[in-house]
């Protein structure tokens, strides 16, 4: 098992739990394995193909992810294909002829295209495995539910003796139970990683405008000018606009939504994964059918509508282990139309539930790492240090005058309005509809002109969510005073809110040129000699230029040479000879031979050697 994963994998040691799925797996067992993004998945059941007699079938949900993963696949050196509608004939007969031939040791195949292959290709090869990826997408309470994955309990039936293992990033109790249940497997034993991705920085930014995102998202993108990353939108028209708003700023970007034709989906993608443009905004569509390891950062334009979503799409970024960052931007607007959307959904109750949580997550004054890991039943007992709420604990203070002024204006309207109106009245400002109903007479008119409009977003967020008032979504979104709400509002008891800080929006614009251009030069700035077990950023960002070669040459992605994680070993244990090369995590024997003598040499150049 060692010798297999070093020659083909490049890696000396297993990842935890990834040795007990790989034995359990030899032994002919069922298993459910849920492992998060960029946890090694993958390897759980690539490497029994490789051990196993005959062809382990791969179902896949989508053909980019297909496509993907076999390229990674066959740049180590694995004989492995994929059947899907993309193919010609003469690939199929291809594809047929080393299937009967037993050549093929991984065979990736969508839910449908396996269905119209059960009695004709599957019979007549020796099939070792069944690995059913993304396996959240088989069950109604998984986050991403496709119908046709219901129908794959037919393998049991047909391949009564077959094992099948099932593996997801993400899913819950109720959607592990379903998955047994659908799949009809055997005494599954199930593994369940740690979710924990140190690696990745969270961050949450509340009740933001518009320009405010802005400026914000286009200081995250300058700061990281060779990152590259995803910006995820909640509707079709706002990817277009983010997209237009960063390349006018200079920022190679493109749109992804379901609207836009396949055509220009798979040219979006492509340039995405080959690194011609540096970010993709996209819609919630966009994501599962990349691998790409290099994604440095992932932003959130709007809150998604759940944990398992947010968890998942924030797994895009630092699949390779190297440190990555997340923000999240979240607002009361967003709340009302995800809240709109649950209420219409099949599925209403759990929805709101899930919605619920994801709000409680973004809301939070605790460690949020710990807020997901425990969503997925997962404890840690000690504050991560690497999110916000660890950075910067929240301060405190007396609000409640603040939330008697709002309250009072709730109250006021007879309960009759909704935030707009009610930030209108606080304000004193005139917008449609307010003079006819007489809402200017208030005695609450204006009272909380002093507070800008941003800062009361902000604080009716907190007050919503300390229950001081619901939105009533099912009556044009108008705001109801709870009874906990009436304490406040009556001086039975006080609110205690979080100190809004801004320190990002208040930076002077005098001499952030100047500032920004020292920043610039000090990432670039590179000492003549690198101490031996420092990283030679000079020296990686060479390999770099060499990958994109190399990956050019191939027409394959750059990150399936060598990940950004074995460029980074490779610029701190820099390597002269091709046996040293070989002895670097992440590069097995066929990368060793195929791309070893180029790095060794550019290497050496820039060492001087």
């Not at 297999?4 to 799925?21: A, M, S, V």
């Not at 009967?100 to 099939?127: A, C, H, N, T, W």
């Not at 959240?136 to 049991?156: A, M, N």
């Not at 009610?422 to 917008?431: C, E, P, Q, S, V």
Request: positive net charge.
């Amino acid at each position: 098992m060692l010798q297999t994963l070093k020659t083909y994998f490049g890696y000396d040691t297993f990842r935890p739990l990834q040795r007990d799925i790989i034995e359990h797996i030899l032994d002919r067992k069922d298993a459910i394995v849920l492992m998060p993004t960029g946890g090694g998945k993958s390897i759980c059941y690539q490497l029994p193909a490789l051990l196993m007699e005959g062809t382990t079938v791969v179902v896949s949900p989508l053909i980019s992810l297909m496509k993907d993963q076999v390229e990674s696949l066959r740049a180590n050196g694995i004989s492995a294909r994929a059947l899907n509608s993309n193919n010609n004939d003469t690939e199929n007969v291809m594809l047929r002829r080393e299937c009967y031939q037993g050549k093929v040791k991984l065979l990736y195949i969508s839910p449908e295209r396996l269905l119209m292959e059960l009695d004709f290709l599957l019979r007549e090869i020796k099939v070792s495995l069944f690995a059913i990826d993304e396996a959240h997408c088989i069950s109604q309470w998984g986050h991403d539910f496709r119908p046709e994955y219901t129908q794959l309990k037919v393998l049991r039936e047909k391949f009564p003796q077959t094992p099948i293992v099932a593996l997801t990033a993400t899913a819950d109790k109720i959607t592990r139970q379903d998955i047994v249940k659908q799949l009809a497997l055997k005494n599954p034993k199930t593994f369940i990683s740690s979710f924990d991705r140190p690696n990745l920085s969270l961050d949450v930014r509340r009740g933001y405008q518009q320009k405010e995102k802005t400026r914000t998202i286009l200081e995250f993108i300058f700061k990281r000018p060779n990152e590259c990353g995803i910006v995820y939108c909640m509707s079709r028209d706002k990817t277009e606009k983010v997209a237009e708003m960063l390349i006018r700023h200079g920022v190679k970007a493109t749109a992804y939504h379901a609207g836009l034709t396949p055509t220009a989906r798979d040219k979006a993608q492509e340039d995405f994964i080959n690194d011609r443009v540096q970010v993709v905004c996209a819609t919630i569509a966009f994501g599962m059918g990349i691998d790409k390891s290099n994604v440095r950062w992932v932003i959130h334009y709007n809150m998604p509508k759940s944990i398992e979503s947010f968890y998942q799409e924030i797994g895009r970024a630092g699949r390779d282990g190297v440190k990555s960052d997340t923000l999240l931007f979240y607002s009361l607007g967003d709340l009302v139309m995800l809240s709109k959307f649950a209420m219409d959904s099949g599925q209403q109750t759990v929805n709101l539930e899930k919605l619920n949580r994801m709000q409680q997550y973004a809301e939070s004054d605790i460690c949020r790492r710990r807020i997901l890991l425990n969503y997925f039943g997962e404890n840690m007992e000690h504050d991560c240090g690497n999110c916000d709420v660890c950075r910067n604990p929240p301060e405190r203070f007396d609000g409640t005058i603040i939330v008697q002024k709002a309250l009072s204006a709730i109250m006021r309207t007879e309960q009759q309005i909704g935030t707009r109106m009610l930030i209108a009245i606080l304000r004193g400002n005139f917008i449609e509809g307010l003079a006819e109903k007489g809402y200017d007479k208030l005695k609450t008119f204006g009272v909380g002109r002093d507070i800008p409009q941003r800062d009361w977003q902000d604080y009716l967020l907190q007050m919503l969510n300390m229950g001081y008032f619901e939105i009533a979504y099912n009556e044009s979104n108008h705001l109801k005073i709870t009874p906990s709400g009436a304490k406040v509002l009556y001086g039975q008891e006080k609110a205690m809110m979080v100190v809004i800080k801004r320190e990002e929006q208040e930076t002077k614009a005098k001499g952030r040129g100047k500032k920004k251009e020292t920043e610039e030069k000090a990432l670039f700035k590179v000492p003549a000699s690198v101490p031996v077990g420092e990283e030679d950023q000079m020296l990686f960002e060479e390999l770099r230029v060499l990958r994109k070669r190399l990956a050019d040459q191939q027409a394959i992605p750059a990150y399936i040479v060598l990940s950004d994680k074995t460029l980074h070993l490779l610029a701190i244990q820099r390597p002269t000879t091709l046996e040293e090369f070989g002895m670097v995590s992440g590069i097995g024997e066929y990368k060793k031979e195929r791309y070893g003598k180029e790095f060794v040499e550019v290497i050496k150049q820039v060492l001087g050697k």
